[in-house]
């Protein structure tokens, strides 16, 4: 379907799934912990924006509620902790160093082109308007991972594995219209426990090793052995 055949609001679904998609591409460019927290909270508001928009344009209104939390969640209160933890931690104003941030980002565009590749098939058969931002949520979940492959610091693979968790759950609404209202609770809950436990485990962290630098850990198991 062309997209001057969409409805306003298909297109904007489209639009907002783009930019979340380039807020993955920011957080993986990023080498400051403050601004990539930043990043993390705007990709939260993007994705809690489309499904919205997404509810609105298919008329499921359970998908709000998945608005409401998504955006209470992943927009204001797991970064506000990631936030007040690196500023405890006094790591707030550390600059991450990347190795090859050019082939990084290569990589990223690589597997935003093979997400399109998977997804060709999907979008063809399905009958869903929402079937042109599969790809896109799955170019999130992949980037996720490269963001958690290519840091050092465990807060950054934290928020990389946070993205993942946006990914999955853009793939859930624009694929199926939404899990099951007991199951995204489940999954919100889950989400809220782990950002907490890492918290717990970043301190724990510190006060081992006075690093959050995860090559330390690997260093420390090759002295033992």
Same mark, same amino acid.
């Given at each position: 379907? /062309? ?30 912990? #403050? ?13 809690? #924006? ?45 600059? /991450? ?14 597997? #935003? ?25 799955? =170019? ?24 993942? /968790? ?40 510190? =006060? ?13 198991? /090759?002295?033992?052995?």
């Amino acid at each position: 379907m /062309e997209l001057g055949q969409l409805s306003l609001y298909d297109q904007a679904i489209l639009l907002f799934a783009a930019i979340v998609l380039f807020t993955s591409f920011v957080m993986l460019a990023q080498s400051r912990i #403050v601004p990539l927290i930043h990043t993390f909270a705007w990709q939260g508001t993007l994705l809690a #924006v489309t499904t919205a928009l997404v509810a609105y344009a298919t008329d499921h209104p359970h998908l709000y509620i998945s608005a409401g939390m998504t955006f209470l969640l992943k927009a204001l209160l797991i970064p506000w902790m990631l936030h007040r933890l690196a500023v405890r931690l006094r790591i707030h104003r550390d600059v /991450e160093s990347v190795a090859y941030p050019s082939l990084t980002l290569l990589a990223g565009g690589g597997l #935003v082109i093979f997400s399109y590749y998977v997804a060709l098939p999907i979008v063809q058969l399905s009958a869903l308007i929402t079937r042109n931002t599969i790809a896109v949520s799955i =170019a999130v979940v992949l980037l996720g991972m490269l963001l958690m492959i290519t840091r050092k610091k465990a807060i950054s693979q934290v928020i990389g594995f946070m993205s993942i /968790e946006n990914g999955l759950f853009f793939a859930a609404v624009v694929s199926t219209y939404g899990m099951p209202m007991i199951v995204e609770l489940g999954i919100a809950f889950d989400v809220l426990v782990a950002a907490i436990l890492f918290g717990v485990f970043f301190f724990q962290m510190r =006060a081992s090793i006075d690093s959050l630098d995860v090559d330390r850990l690997n260093r420390l198991r /090759e002295v033992d052995e």
